[in-house]
């Protein structure tokens, strides 16, 4: 699978990547203005997107958002609608974040789209402060996009935050909160309360509001938002149900119950935080206001694909890609691999961005490691993998400094046996380079990757 950029499409990268990118920057925080809604709101009425003609899925949280949001894709296009998904980051290509039926859109799209944004910033006659960022942008041209090809549904998966994330000017149907934990804590806050307040930002006034079972901290913060605006709140393993009945390496069986329905569904994607992330995604659904058929939603639930969480690629040894970048989501991980390899060695592929909470996100990885190779990924902000070794203090576990991800890759497939478990983890855009090595896929060109990093 290659990916091939055309000068048209590359030149819409390059333009897009001017903007100012808070994804790329290295640190832990970024300017304010940067979050302005005000700005996104103007950008987004100058382009006449700010009455979709479509219905929209707002997803929020801290884990499992993506997942959720891919889940609730599938089953609206099984039904045989005309689906939009919006997610960040993205693996391999910008394109893969703008999806439509399933598909990354295309080049001549993508760029079509960005050249017609592009005639707001000329508008603004050189007022940077006023310039959206790479990510409004990019939420812009999804928006855009949606609405040219006459899609039906749109599921809009919030970047950071919600309150303040671009994806929050846009009207919206049904408002999903998946599961709450710390992350981004410079920019969030230091408390679940703090994130929490953030994450229910996203509803502004009576809808459907689907909540994961939550801290008692964070409920208590989504249920005075719904009360506030007068919200129907329906709550994981309270209004709905769900049971994981068995799993096994190709996937696990699971039924669900909500006050509609009870579901009996073969989810492909492992681990029992997914039973959880599917009972939410049926949920949201079952309150989108279209007509959908209940057998056809267990059909998309059955054929959904979200590459990068807990993905196996191969076996003897056993090398799986999962992006757990947060504390929460490694314990998640741990827990998996003890489930489906209880007598297995572990070795894990580290690497992680550096506006992490890298000391708890590595605690959390030592305690399933038996052996951990401390890498980098290209991007910007990654951790060197010397900066990253000194939150590693577990001295039962086996510690080696690397460097690149593919060439570690290869001195850890010859150094495990056959019954070895090898992960690939602590970051997504570390995943998106095994992948790309498993898979041969030419990584899109980016301006700094003509850079050399140390």
Not at 41 to 56: G, K, R
Not at 201 to 207: E, L, M, T
Not at 210 to 222: F, H, K, M, N, Y
């Amino acid at each position: 699978m290659r990916f091939d950029t055309n000068n048209f499409y590359k030149g819409a990268v390059t333009r897009l990547l001017s903007l100012a990118d808070a994804e790329r920057m290295a640190g832990v925080s970024v300017p304010e203005y940067k979050y302005d809604l005000e700005r996104m709101f103007d950008f987004a009425q100058d382009l006449e997107l700010m009455q979709p003609p479509h219905v929209t899925v707002h997803v929020a949280g801290t884990k499992g958002k993506g997942s959720v949001a891919a889940m609730i894709e599938s089953m609206v296009r099984a039904n045989g609608y005309r689906t939009g998904l919006y997610t960040s980051p993205h693996l391999h290509t910008f394109r893969e974040r703008i999806k439509i039926d399933g598909v990354p859109v295309t080049e001549d799209l993508f760029a079509a789209s960005l050249d017609r944004a592009w005639s707001y910033i000329e508008s603004l006659n050189g007022s940077q402060q006023k310039f959206p960022t790479t990510f409004e942008m990019l939420t812009a041209m999804a928006m855009d996009l949606f609405k040219r090809e006459q899609i039906d549904v749109a599921i809009l998966e919030v970047g950071l935050g919600g309150r303040l994330d671009a994806t929050n000017v846009f009207p919206t149907d049904v408002a999903v909160i998946t599961s709450i934990s710390l992350d981004h804590t410079a920019i969030l806050g230091p408390t679940l309360s703090d994130i929490a307040h953030e994450k229910i930002g996203i509803v502004k006034r009576a809808q459907p509001v689907i909540s994961a079972p939550q801290s008692p901290e964070a409920q208590q913060v989504i249920e005075s938002k719904c009360l506030e605006v007068n919200a129907q709140l329906l709550q994981i393993q309270k209004d709905t149900t769900f049971q994981l009945d068995s799993a096994g390496l190709s996937g696990q069986k699971i039924a669900v119950v909500t006050p509609k329905h009870e579901y009996n569904c073969n989810l492909p994607l492992l681990g029992k935080h997914q039973a959880e992330n599917a009972a939410v995604a049926i949920t949201a659904v079952e309150q989108i206001p279209l007509e959908l058929n209940f057998e056809q939603m267990v059909l998309g639930i059955n054929s959904v694909k979200w590459d990068g969480r807990f993905q196996i690629l191969s076996e003897n040894p056993y090398l799986i890609v999962d992006g757990a970048h947060n504390p929460y989501s490694m314990q998640k991980l741990g827990m998996t691999i003890k489930e489906y390899f209880p007598k297995s060695n572990v070795s894990l592929i580290f690497g992680a961005s550096m506006d992490k909470q890298l000391d708890l996100l590595i605690s959390e990885a030592e305690t399933f490691a038996n052996k951990i190779y401390i890498v980098t990924s290209r991007h910007p902000r990654a951790a060197s993998p010397s900066y990253l070794e000194k939150f590693f203090l577990n001295n039962d576990v086996n510690k080696q400094v690397m460097g690149e991800v593919k060439k570690t890759l290869i001195t850890a497939s010859h150094e495990a046996s056959d019954n070895d478990v090898i992960v690939v983890t602590g970051s997504l855009f570390v995943v998106a380079e095994a992948l790309e090595w498993y898979f041969e896929i030419s990584p899109e060109w980016y301006p700094e990757l003509s850079l050399s990093r140390s």
